[in-house]
């Protein structure tokens, strides 16, 4: 893991007792669905159950309201858990309003956020004209890049905008949002992400990192599934 130290890797997923210990995991990031799947209905409960995993590390929980006021009261509750904690913001809302005049209401009271559902180098544009001036809070700023290539358009382009774009204002990061596999961590070290959040099938797949391509042919051969498989199916 050592190629991946100009990095911080965040674990988004629901086994935080699995993977929260790993070496190389920085920070968190939930989602209702992530928190649903562990059996709990409280960010709070949630936050208390898993805090000595998660110490001092980044985590950030999802605000899932619509209105301006509910926004900033739940915002505030989520950062009372503690000073490394990140309220979550869409960039906009269901009805297609932007959401930067709450947030900068929100930095403004020295609470962390975490702007996400980030799309398209417009946004980034908006955010950054909007929130340049604001350094006393820190802010990510979350561009989907995994949804992003899901569209079959590349995200790189898009990630080496958001990571220029925002270079010289130090309280600001870019973390890369929906890691597809491995390649996708080199690249976004390239484009000059701060971050990037992976899943569990990700953490998995570390067992093939730097895998000799010649040994990968005989991978399949020595996989008790796959032999199980071959031995059930007649020709």
């Known amino acids: 893991m050592r190629q991946y ?9 629901s086994d935080i007792t699995r993977y929260g210990n790993l070496y190389y995991i920085e920070g968190f990031t939930t989602n209702p669905l992530s928190i649903i799947k562990s059996n709990i209905t409280s960010y709070r409960d949630f936050y ?31 950062a009372s858990y503690g000073t490394n904690i990140y309220a979550s913001i869409p960039i906009i809302k269901l009805n297609g309003d932007s959401n930067l005049k709450v947030i900068k209401t929100i930095l403004k009271k020295r609470i962390n ?9 417009s946004q980034l544009l908006n955010i950054y004209n909007s929130l340049k001036n604001i350094s006393n ?11 992003i290539s899901n ?18 204002n130090d309280n600001i990061k870019i973390l890369w949002n929906g890691c597809k596999d491995i390649l996708s961590i ?15 099938n990700i953490i998995e797949s570390f067992t ?18 796959y032999i199980s498989a071959k031995q059930s199916i007649t020709v």
């Open 5 to 13: 130290e100009d990095i911080k890797i965040f674990y988004d997923g």
């Open 48 to 78: 208390n159950k898993y805090k000595d995993i998660i110490d001092n590390k980044y985590i950030s929980f999802e605000v899932f309201k619509d209105n301006d006021r509910d926004i900033i009261n739940d915002a505030k509750t989520i």
């Open 113 to 121: 956020v975490n702007i996400i559902n980030i799309f398209t180098e």
């Open 137 to 147: 809070s820190s802010i990510i700023i979350s561009v989907s890049a995994g949804m």
């Open 151 to 168: 569209t079959s358009i590349n995200p790189n382009k898009i990630m080496e905008f958001a990571c220029k774009l925002f270079k010289e």
């Open 186 to 200: 080199q690249e976004a070290i390239n484009a000059g992400c701060d971050m990037i959040s992976i899943y569990d």
């Open 208 to 225: 093939y990192l730097n895998k000799d391509l010649e040994s990968l042919s005989t991978i399949n051969k020595n996989n008790f599934d």
